[in-house]
């Protein structure tokens, strides 16, 4: 049976972080565990996929609130289900990274791409 000195729950930003820097000692034995699928939908590439991949249970998690207010209403908080977590679907358009300067002390930001 395979042991593992840790085991991390959850394929996010933070689960990865953990993942990564704990690897990366060969003498330690990690277990990921992801409850979505990999990342390989196409439309997670797609800045504006995101209302398809957030109404889709295989992609989005629909975690409900309980009920509030005088309605008594619930509320369906959605976060990411696959590699990646909720930084894989959300609806932020994809930015190439830019080189940014600033000039001291309250100058204009300027910005080139790399
Ligand atoms: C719609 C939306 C838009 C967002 N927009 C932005 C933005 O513009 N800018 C920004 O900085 N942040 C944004 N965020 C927030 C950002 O995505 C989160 O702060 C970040 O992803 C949190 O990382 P995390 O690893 O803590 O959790 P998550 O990214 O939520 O990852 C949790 C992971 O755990 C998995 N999991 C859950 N339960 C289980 C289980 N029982 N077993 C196995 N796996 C499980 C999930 O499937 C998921 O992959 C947005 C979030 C959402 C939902």
Known sequence: MTRFDYVIVGAGPAGCVLASRLSADPGVNVLFIEAGDQDTNP?????RGFGELLGDPTTAWHYPTRAFGPS?????????????????VPPTPAVRAARCTSRPPAGPTRCSKT
């Open 43 to 47: 439309i997670i590439a797609m800045p």
């Open 72 to 88: 008594q209403q619930v509320e369906y908080w959605v976060r990411g289900k696959t590699l990646g977590g909720s930084s894989s």
